[in-house]
């Protein structure tokens, strides 16, 4: 998932990742936001740096500047805002940050409006879905929520039922697993758990029969999803759809506002549309 920072300021921000551990960083800073100052967002690389730099090209911020920083290596981004080291990142869906906070006491990360859905989908370089045999090995996301999500493409694809549905309201994706929501299996499918920057390569392994790799890492293996899938997300009510995170006391800043308005405006659903053609999808 992870990619070589691009500037000098994320090796600034993964030092200061390190100084949060060894508690010297600002963490829980409630100092009120210079507004003047360019807003500090990290963000992955496709699509979600691609649609910042569009809404800057597009003069759709205003007078709104924006620090990008583009995601590598082992850093945490949530953390990053939760220390103050960085205003907002952009990177996850909700149910992912969720999650997230639900294992950091005292977070109170909160997501903006839905941008985009990154469809995940089921590849397989072995077999289609109709020939997928008896005890066939699949490699699904290792992090809960996208594992829950990768269970629910399954059931999609006719290949294994659950005891929940993705839309059932209150539903804490972070609890779905093969072993407590499979009802039914009949191709007796076995489940192999990959970190999901590795699930691309699990397309390669003569072990693995099916694969389910997120929208961004599909592209980056070179996969175009809305051909290469077997199986494919829609993005109707998707709840997992990727939004901008920022901390609670900053939502209501006027650069925040901006930066949601223009990543929601028509012009980049339309730059979204034109650009990866159905591999990533407006959120709906």
Known sequence: MFRRL??????????????????????????????????????????????????????LLGDVKLDITEIS?????????????????????VPYLTDWNAKHTGSDLVALSPVHVEPLGLYSKKVKLDTVPDGAVVA???DATNQARALFLLAQAGLITLDV???????????????????????NLSWLKIDRPQLAATLSDPKVTL????????????????????????????PYANVVAVKATLKDD?????????????????????TFKGSVLPAK
């Open 165 to 187: 549905k993705p839309d059932q309201p209150g539903l804490d994706y972070s609890q779905i697993t093969p072993e407590k929501n499979v009802t039914g299996n009949p191709k």
């Open 140 to 142: 699904i996301p290792a």
């Open 6 to 59: 691009i500037t000098t300021t994320a090796a600034l921000l993964a030092t200061g990742l390190v100084l949060t551990g060894c508690g010297a960083a600002n963490s829980g800073s409630t100092s009120t936001p210079d507004t003047s100052k360019p807003l500090r967002i990290m963000a992955d690389v496709t699509p979600h740096s691609l649609l910042l730099k569009e809404a800057q090209k597009e003069g």
């Open 254 to 274: 006027p650069r925040v506002k901006k930066l949601n308005e223009a990543l929601t405006s028509p012009q980049i659903q339309k730059f979204i549309t034109d």
């Open 73 to 93: 290596g082992d850093i945490d981004p949530n953390q990053l805002v939760e220390s103050g080291d960085l205003d907002a990142n952009f990177f996850q869906h």
């Open 211 to 238: 694969s389910i790799i997120n929208g961004n890492y599909a592209i980056e293996a070179g996969l175009v999803p809305t051909t290469d899938a077997l199986a494919l997300e829609s993005a109707d009510n998707n």
